[in-house]
């Protein structure tokens, strides 16, 4: 069982910068995958970047160069860079995480990001 807290969200002017943080409460160099996802307001949720156990990284189209997913597996959290911030990122991001084994998925409660044009 893996628990995920993020923090770092908030109020910013377009242009402007973020960084979340996810904090698991165990190791997470082993798993498969973590990812950040977003959901605005009356969209589906839609997967941001991708960490592929610190070997690769993916990004969704919208957010290609302005947006970089690290990890840190010492202090066994991810983060997620948001610079060049647009009125559009505003959404609740979700931390997400992939197990080895079986796939299994884990979520955060999710933090809020506004972005005021």
């Known amino acids: 069982q893996v628990q995920l807290v993020e923090s770092g969200g908030g109020f910013v002017q377009a242009g402007g910068s973020l960084r979340l943080s996810c904090a698991a409460s165990?190791?997470?160099?082993?798993?498969?995958?973590m990812n950040w996802y977003r959901q605005a307001p009356g969209k589906q949720r839609e997967l941001v970047a991708t960490?592929?156990?610190?070997?690769?990284?993916h990004y969704a189209d919208s957010v290609k160069g302005r947006f970089t997913i690290s990890r840190d597996n010492a202090k066994n959290t991810v983060y997620l860079q948001m610079n060049s911030l647009k009125p559009e990122d505003t959404a609740v991001y979700y931390c997400?995480?992939?197990?080895?084994?079986?796939?299994?998925?884990?979520w955060g409660q999710g933090t809020q990001v506004t972005v005021s044009s």
């Open positions: 997400n995480a992939v197990s080895d084994i079986w796939s299994t998925n884990y």
């Open positions: 165990g190791s997470i160099s082993s798993l498969k995958a």
């Open positions: 960490d592929l156990r610190g070997s690769s990284t």
